[in-house]
């Protein structure tokens, strides 16, 4: 090779790094891509300069140097293998994206293989530029055991893979390694619930802590057919923050379901935040145009002069004012659960309603926790045990202490009740002096 043809390769590498604006920077580069020293221009710091900045922001990627770049890659083994091998350094991200787009499934066995290999940062990057590429990619063979690898990782990608395998039909493969490490982010329990996954621990451990978090209505409202339990859990969850937290987990993750409108309607009645959210919720939902069939007298606005994002349902405006006023009149139609209700009936010997319940639950506070705790135990009012207690437990720690306190007391019959209501695995109990821990399982 000539003096002349390394001393322009060097010129053009100097441009590619150095170049004083980001056109003679992507030409440079271009060109030392598709000679024989592109090697040289697939490296770290040569990507890192492949960006702009106004001199206000940071740099960003330029990803018209990427797109450009992945059709000369996209054309050479070698070259897709050293851009695999980028992946993890400053705006490989870019380049990966870019490729995938280009490659499309022929992308898929190269990464995979990389993939097996990779931690941290890298291994994210491949794994998105593998959903990128084919969505489908878990499906492959030789794919399962990098999936159960990536999902014994508590990373902030695991949500996302879990979602892939989810739409791809095939996360109840996975259940085994999810137990072990069970979901904490709320697009890990969508997937369960988008992928109607009906396993017991993990069903357990979602409804012991919805009461502390509303994360897992991702999962739980998908459940079909929904237990009523689960409404009742919701319900006796429901105070106003929240309430608030739940609804703007469902707007964000796209959650409609009917057994959501009476935690919207106690939205409304809170007001604020919550009833704002309520209203969002309404006009993001899917069920807004049975609400307005249901409401048929509702008029909705046809145009907002202040700009505000409206719903066109069935040709229909619906603006978030309107999914408040529409909340607000289904509300006025139905019955306004009740707590003083709930407790007649349970000292009546009859089972409370689901809703009336749910209130008591919620209304309840401090010492008289403990008193209901004591009254359903020891008098014993059993219609009350499934409807009251157990939500109680489950989202009131002092409630739950008091059934340990009752087990601990010496009346045999409260004794014998209370170790009954031990047995419920999805409530998490405190820790006994004489007995492990009870968790759910």
């Not at 066995?109 to 530029?129: F, N, P, V, W, Y």
């Not at 008591?360 to 004591?374: D, H, Y």
Request: charged share 30%.
């Amino acid at each position: 090779m000539g003096a002349d043809t390394l001393s322009s390769a060097d010129t053009l590498m100097e441009q590619a790094l150095r170049g004083g604006s980001i056109g003679t920077r992507r030409d440079a580069f271009l060109s030392v891509l598709r000679g024989p020293h592109w090697r040289s221009v697939l490296a770290p710091h040569v990507i890192s300069s492949q960006a702009y900045t106004d001199g206000k922001t940071a740099a960003q990627p330029d990803w018209l140097t990427f797109e450009r770049a992945a059709e000369i890659i996209a054309e050479d083994d070698e070259k897709v293998q050293r851009s695999l091998e980028l992946a993890g350094c400053r705006f490989s991200d870019a380049l990966l994206s870019a490729l995938a787009r280009r490659m499309k499934s022929g992308l898929v066995e190269s990464a995979l293989s990389h993939l097996r290999t990779s931690d941290g940062a890298r291994r994210a990057l491949l794994q998105r530029a593998l959903h990128e590429a084919e969505p489908a990619w878990v499906t492959r063979p030789g794919a399962a055991q990098v999936i159960r690898r990536q999902l014994r990782a508590m990373d902030q990608d695991r949500g996302e893979l879990m979602l892939a395998l989810a739409r791809s039909q095939i996360l109840d493969r996975f259940v085994s390694e999810i137990r072990k490490q069970p979901p904490i982010g709320v697009e890990e329990w969508s997937a369960l619930g988008r992928a109607q996954i009906r396993d017991d621990l993990l069903y357990n451990l979602a409804m012991a802590t919805l009461g502390q978090s509303p994360t897992v209505l991702t999962y739980l409202l998908r459940l079909d057919p929904l237990p009523d339990a689960v409404i009742l859990r919701v319900m006796a969850s429901a105070r106003a923050e929240w309430a608030a937290a739940a609804l703007e987990i469902a707007v964000l993750d796209g959650v409609d379901t009917p057994a959501l409108i009476p935690l919207a309607e106690l939205g409304v009645r809170f007001g604020g935040r919550s009833m704002a959210i309520a209203g969002s919720w309404v006009t993001s939902s899917k069920l807004a145009v049975d609400l307005l069939d249901d409401l048929a007298q509702v008029r909705c606005q046809q145009s907002v002069a202040d700009g505000r994002e409206l719903l066109v349902a069935d040709g229909r405006e619906l603006s978030v004012a309107d999914g408040r006023q529409l909340l607000e009149r289904l509300r006025q139609r139905q019955r306004v659960p009740s707590a003083e209700r709930a407790l007649e009936q349970g000292r009546r010997g009859e089972t409370p309603d689901l809703f009336d319940a749910a209130a008591l639950v919620r209304q309840l506070r401090g010492r008289r926790v403990r008193e209901m705790v004591r009254e359903i135990l020891v008098k014993p009012r059993r219609e009350l045990l499934e409807v009251v207690l157990h939500p109680l437990c489950a989202v009131n720690e002092d409630a739950a202490r008091e059934v340990m306190a009752v087990y601990r007391s010496g009346d045999k019959e409260a004794v014998a009740l209370a170790k009954e209501v031990r047995s419920w695995a999805d409530v998490t109990w405190p820790l006994d002096e004489t007995t492990q821990e009870i968790e759910p399982h």
